[in-house]
């Protein structure tokens, strides 16, 4: 599989209306460090997965990961909504940073990833954020 996807959601257990329009805001506020991040590595090869699922969840205290066979895991992260909503607009982007990085070195544990390649990527997208500012 190759990995070179990543998508981050609403896991709250919200009406679908609710729901979706949360999951519209998360993927607006995250869509400049996925696509940055994204943009720095091609592709990972790897067994588990093409894209990475990532469920913003407010009653976790902890991440876990439900596997899929056929290469599109969800990764349950801890999400505080209401600490989300105190974050300035200009710090956004290094929260949605840290959500990426925090999240690869999770999965890349579990599935014995090259955590140096995903280093590289993070620093990438640094340099590629610093550059649009």
């Known amino acids: 599989m190759r990995f070179c996807s990543l998508n981050i959601f609403s896991g709250e257990e919200l009406d679908g209306d609710r729901k979706k329009e949360l999951t519209k805001m998360l993927r607006n506020d995250s869509n400049c460090v996925v696509d940055a991040y994204l943009n720095s590595f091609k592709y990972y090869n790897n067994e588990n997965c093409i894209s990475l699922n990532i469920s913003c969840d407010e009653e976790l205290d902890r991440m876990f990961l439900k596997p899929s066979l056929d290469g599109y895991p969800v990764l349950h992260i801890p999400f505080d909504l209401d600490g989300y ?40 997208c640094l340099i590629r954020l610093s550059n649009e500012v």
């Open 85 to 124: 909503f105190q974050i300035k607009e200009c710090e956004k982007n290094d929260f949605w940073l840290c959500v990426v990085r925090d999240s690869i070195k999770y999965v890349s544990s579990i599935w014995n990833w090259e955590q140096a390649f995903f280093d590289d990527v993070y620093n990438k």
